[in-house]
């Protein structure tokens, strides 16, 4: 846990709205104290969750896009299917809307019993400099931490 003021366009940030798993090896359960401290980080809700070990930043931020992936395809071919039959005549709009919706229900399935009810979900990896540089990021010992910042929109955009 790191203390610090970060001034932006809307004011302070509290302390506590950032959690930092460190890269501290302490044994041989070491990789098993960072997923349980990226565990309670997101439990915790923290709006800024700096993940330094490699190894678990890297697979928290395939998780974060393949969930990203799934709800973008249910969408997108949620809206193919329904709008197919607008754009193409009868007799074609069948082979075009029938699998789009098919995959769009397969990908809603998957999102829905998958990453529901993950905490990940709430969470997208950030990659903005202008916006990292507002962090606390120069005390970390890793050149490429990841950073995941709290999005709880009903509406994902990115």
Not at 75 to 85: E, F, H, I, K, S
């Amino acid at each position: 846990f790191f203390f610090f003021i970060l001034r932006n366009g809307m004011g302070v940030m509290a302390a506590t709205e950032c959690y930092i798993v460190h890269e501290i090896y302490n044994g041989e359960n070491a990789q098993e104290q960072f997923e349980y401290e990226l565990e309670q980080a997101l439990e915790a809700q923290y709006r800024y969750i700096v993940i330094e070990p490699t190894r678990i930043g890297d697979e928290t931020a395939r998780w974060v896009a393949v969930g990203n992936c799934l709800h973008k395809t249910a969408v997108l071919a949620g809206a193919a299917c329904l709008l197919t039959p607008l754009a193409l005549p009868a007799d074609y709009s069948r082979y075009v809307a029938l699998p789009a919706g098919a995959l769009s229900l397969a990908c809603a399935t998957l999102y829905g019993i998958s990453w529901q009810f993950d905490p990940c979900c709430k969470y997208q990896v950030e990659y903005d400099s202008q916006k990292l540089s507002r962090l606390p990021l120069h005390t970390l010992t890793s050149s490429s931490p990841v950073v995941l910042v709290r999005r709880d929109d009903i509406i994902k955009i990115s």
